[in-house]
């Protein structure tokens, strides 16, 4: 799963160490009370003989005390079976609810849950047509300028096969405008004749100004690569106010 907001293949920022996008592994750590977080982004992966990706908005307001509101509005392409098909990709909708909070003195994590809709807007150009739903739980603990952040969970994918996601990142805060981190992620097989995949992905972010930041991340598949994607990536600016 292309987190940061986008999913190939499936429905087919001294600052502490950033976690969430540009990660497929997600983070617990909703939108600041109030605040917007925007992400003008690009991502894709290869495999042999084909390319697909999104290039979009990944809107998300903390519009209630520990409550996230998210939008993700792509244009997907994809240049398999020797021609080219661009078009409105997947609309997402998602409510992060963070339900823990870690503190000092206490070795339990942030946790949230992150219910999210795959609304079929991009018909069966890009998937199976049919509205999906990923029901994962995300955990974080931060030391300093560490951070470790992961978990998954199971998408309901019809007319295709539902399995499992999920994935373990670490993130090292750098001064007080960069950090670089880590991940290995996965998921079950998510179409009928589909196989299990697993990538690894390094990255980074780096504020430009009080209010924006480039983010970029990107790495090999691991387990079944030729299928899932060779190579993967992804690059945002954001938006933070």
Known sequence: MFRRSFTIGLAVFAVPAAAGPPYVTDD???TDLGHYEVYFYGAASQVPG?????GGVDFNYGGFRDIQLTAVVPLAFDTSDGGRTVGAGNVELAVKYKVLHQSEGSALPDI??????????????????????LLPVWAERDWGKWSVFGGG???LNPGERDFW???????????ARASVGAEVYHHGPDARNARAFTG????????????????????PGIENARDGGQVSGYAALKADF
């Open 28 to 30: 617990p750590q909703p």
């Open 50 to 54: 084909a390319v697909s990706g999104a």
């Open 112 to 133: 949230s849950v992150f219910p999210r809709v795959f609304v079929p807007t991009g018909g069966r150009r890009f998937g199976p047509g049919r509205v999906a739903l």
């Open 153 to 155: 969970g199971y998408q």
């Open 165 to 175: 996601t999920g994935g373990i990142a670490v993130s090292r805060a750098i001064g």
């Open 200 to 219: 690894i992905s390094v990255g980074g972010t780096y504020r430009l100004s009080p209010h924006w930041s480039f983010i970029a991340a990107g790495g």
